[in-house]
């Protein structure tokens, strides 16, 4: 009697292949991101309060969380760049997921495309970095990492949330 063993050698990627297997890692770590943070929404009755104001999507960049406005339910006062509490505890919340994991955090701030009078030094655009640095600090409190931080930006009224009311909160 005679035992027969095959081996074959592993097969070589080539950079498409790794390319493509890197892609689908990410973009299965992405997903299972998605997952734990609405598990934590859901979980968690202060976030749960405020779900309908929090938006997860999956985009080309990695996942965006949109912390949005409600009628009832402001994150700034109008003109001001000082987070409202419960905003804070979404954003601290939210932090003790985000500083666990490897991405980087893009940052960004937006207002309505009503103008200051009393101010002509102070606009939009200025508000709306303050608002995306006043976010920053709070996921610093939370536990993001200052090295997971890859930008901080303001944009003002230029991306509006409701296409067609630009003065909507």
Not at 17 to 27: F, G, I, N, P, T
Not at 32 to 55: M, V
């Amino acid at each position: 009697k005679r035992a027969e063993t095959t081996s074959e050698k592993p097969k070589k990627m080539n950079e498409a292949d790794v390319k493509a297997e890197q892609a689908r890692l990410d973009a299965q770590r992405i997903k299972a991101l998605q997952a734990k943070i609405d598990a934590l929404i859901t979980e968690n009755p202060r976030l749960n309060e405020y779900k309908s104001q929090i938006r997860i999507d999956v985009t080309p960049d990695g996942l965006q969380i949109q912390i949005v406005d409600d009628q009832n339910r402001p994150m700034f006062d109008s003109g001001s760049d000082e987070i409202k509490s419960y905003m804070n505890d979404i954003l601290v919340a939210l932090a003790e997921t985000i500083g666990t994991v490897p991405n980087r955090l893009s940052l960004s701030g937006h207002t309505d495309a009503q103008q200051f009078v009393d101010s002509p030094d102070y606009s939009n655009w200025e508000l709306s970095a303050d608002r995306a640095n006043a976010a920053r600090r709070s996921l610093l409190q939370g536990g993001v990492k200052e090295d997971q931080l890859a930008q901080v930006v303001g944009l003002s009224s230029s991306v509006l949330f409701v296409k067609d009311d630009p003065n909507a909160p």
